[in-house]
């Protein structure tokens, strides 16, 4: 059974900004790096945990890329901060996890998968689909925080937000088989 974490599997989220100062914000990513991610590749079982106080700001977008410098420490350990504390609230919610199964595979080598996402105390059936990308598996899952019953961030009295819609991005080596 293939077994995952942070040094082999990446679970990366991408939030935007939305409003009248949103140019003064900054589209963000943000790490899992306290993960566990098991296939069971005689049943198709998949399961992921991920410890959300231990998701961390990479850093600030442009174009999709991490820009280093744009952020500063200070900057980044207050962001940090209203995401587990405002956003998240992982001391009620410590725990974000994905059960499901690989329903079938597709043609160009990636899979479906089909399962419930259990977020913020809120657990919602969600699908996607991977493609294979070389030597990995990635695949971009698309959530609204407020289906988890997450109130996007504000600040500035709303005149800067965080978009209610997140990526997920997802980056699993393909074992040899």
Known sequence: MPHYDATRAEVLVHTSREG?????????????TTLTLDVDEATGAV???IDARALRLRGALVDGQVQAGRISAG?????????WDDVLAVTRFPEVRFSGKIARESPDGG???????TLHGVSRPLAF????????????????????????????LGALRVRSRVVVKLRIPREPK
């Open 20 to 32: 009248v100062l949103s140019p003064v914000g900054h589209d963000l990513e943000l790490a899992a």
């Open 111 to 117: 899979h479906l998968v089909e399962g419930t996402l």
């Open 75 to 83: 900057d980044a350990r207050t962001i940090e901060a209203h995401t």
């Open 129 to 156: 689909t991977t493609v294979r990308a070389g030597d990995f598996e990635t695949a971009d899952v698309p959530l609204e925080q407020t289906d988890f019953g997450i109130k996007p961030f504000r600040a500035m």
């Open 47 to 49: 399961e992921v945990r």
